[in-house]
């Protein structure tokens, strides 16, 4: 693999006010944690989270504070954003920080999305929306690159003559954000990589394959090409306490059906109650042993993927940033 390992930081903005994930985001990187994702949410899971701040300021922020690369872990242009307003951010965000901004996209939840009222389709027609605006931003980072004005009419978005006048020197990178092989096929030959989150080693080498396969179609080398894990994991000092903060703050992590369909984190809110401890297992590490979870970690990093940002579930962000920097960052080996 050509791309070194870099173990990051996942700002949870559905958790923590905007400030402290600014203030969080900074303390990880000075403690040897690389970059920073966040996802674009416009609620929270469930309202115990109790935040949902505007992913776009927040990462302008912690870029501010901080020397890493930045990315949203992942954002929807087919919704509640037109893909050119996402291509404005992104480049904007990238001429502000060179070099360091990733764009991270996927085909939307209904939690986020069904906010502005329009009809809520089926997963097929969600993901053909997710590869249409993954186009229009592409022309709209080369045209402007180019200088030149571009336009697009498509099945789902319209785009009259424009261009974006403020860019950078090098478009962003576009990854996509995929848990199925038909899709990661897709982002192989249409995008600059791929975005997952902890899944069985057998379904995600599957995933690798496919990405691969589209890759190589569209003349490219995949090996050449960033894999990015987002993994969430509870660490506390006794088990006692990481399980308790993995059914009371992210019990969404043990919901073992497709999620993408409930509309309210009040919805999440009463499916939480239906959760028990061993709906963890095999989704994610509950554990006070850091061992076990540099162990679990660093599975993925034999897999192949060369950027891992890490989200602990507690509240308890400080205390484990300590022990992760300390006991688990430095024991993974590419």
């Given amino acids: 693999m050509t791309n070194a390992l870099r173990i990051g930081y996942a700002a949870m903005l559905e958790q923590f006010h905007p400030t402290e994930a600014v203030e969080l985001s900074a303390y990880a990187e000075s403690k040897g944690f690389s970059g920073v994702m966040a996802a674009d949410h416009f609620q929270p899971w469930v309202p115990q989270q109790g935040q949902s701040s505007f992913v776009w300021n927040v990462l302008t922020a912690i870029a501010e504070r901080t020397r890493g690369d930045v990315g949203p872990g992942v954002t929807a242009p087919t919704f509640r954003w037109h893909p050119a307003m996402v291509a404005q951010a992104s480049a904007t965000l990238a001429a502000m920080y060179p070099g360091r901004h990733w764009l991270g996209i996927g085909s939307g939840e209904a939690l986020n999305e069904h906010i502005v009222g329009q009809y809520w389709p089926e997963a097929p027609e969600r993901i053909n929306r997710m590869f249409e605006a993954v186009d229009i931003i592409k022309k709209l980072f080369a045209g402007s690159l180019a200088g030149k004005d571009v336009k697009h009419s498509g099945q789902f978005f319209k785009l009259e003559s424009t261009r974006l006048w403020t860019m950078p020197e090098t478009a962003p990178e576009i990854l996509v954000a995929t848990a199925g092989p038909v899709t990661a096929k897709r982002a192989g030959r249409h995008t600059d990589g791929l975005i997952t989150v902890g899944a069985p080693v057998e379904k995600i080498a599957g995933l690798f394959a ?62 939480a109650k239906l959760v028990r401890p061993d709906d963890f297992e095999g989704r994610m590490v509950v554990s006070a042993d850091p061992d076990v979870h540099r162990a679990h970690i660093q599975r993925y990093v034999d897999l192949g993927f060369d950027r891992i940002y890490l989200h602990n579930v507690g509240r308890n962000q400080r205390e484990w940033i300590d022990v992760f920097s300390r006991d688990v960052l430095p024991k993974l080996v590419r």
Avoid at 214 to 233: I, T
Avoid at 235 to 246: G, I
Wanted: aromatic fraction near 10%.
């Fill in 210 to 271: 496919r990405f691969a396969e589209g890759a190589r179609e569209s003349g490219r080398d995949p090996d050449r090409m960033p894999r990015v894990l987002q993994l969430h994991l509870s660490w506390a000092p006794t088990d006692e306490e990481a399980l308790t903060n993995a059914l009371v703050e992210w019990p969404n992590g043990g919901m073992r059906f497709p999620k993408s369909d409930i509309r309210s984190p009040f919805e999440f809110e009463q499916l």
